[in-house]
């Protein structure tokens, strides 16, 4: 079973950077697609940004220019960067891993769903 634990979270002012990581467990880290989902109180969870084995990217509209998602193999790590940070951004922020990224879009995922990292952009 797939592990995940995301880290670097915080608290930032409107316009800042925060970098999220996300360590996978297992052997497998390099092949699979790994994604990056926020959620807010009353609200479905949402991808934000994924990447495939490949190392082809995908991104929701709404982070589209301010967020780049990456990984290193060698880490089994994939990184969250967020720039221009807003305060609609504010979130619990989660990663999960898939065989590909149409199967992180519709929720098809390898690992449960831990406490994730809350970011807060606020003055």
């Known amino acids: 079973q797939v592990q995940l634990v995301e880290s670097g979270g915080g608290l930032v002012q409107p316009g800042g950077s925060l970098r999220l990581s996300c360590s996978v467990s297992g052997s497998i880290f390099s092949i699979i697609a790994v994604g990056w989902y926020r959620q807010t109180p009353g609200k479905q969870r949402e991808l934000v940004a994924a990447?495939?084995?490949?190392?082809?990217?995908n991104y929701a509209d709404s982070v589209k220019g301010r967020f780049t998602i990456s990984r290193d193999n060698a880490k089994n790590t994939a990184f969250l960067q967020m720039n221009r940070l807003k305060p609609e951004d504010t979130a619990v922020y989660y990663c999960n891993a898939a065989e590909t990224s149409r199967l992180l879009r519709i929720g098809l995922v390898f690992g449960s769903w831990g406490q994730g990292s809350q970011v807060t952009v606020s003055s």
């Open positions: 990447i495939d084995g490949g190392g082809s990217t």
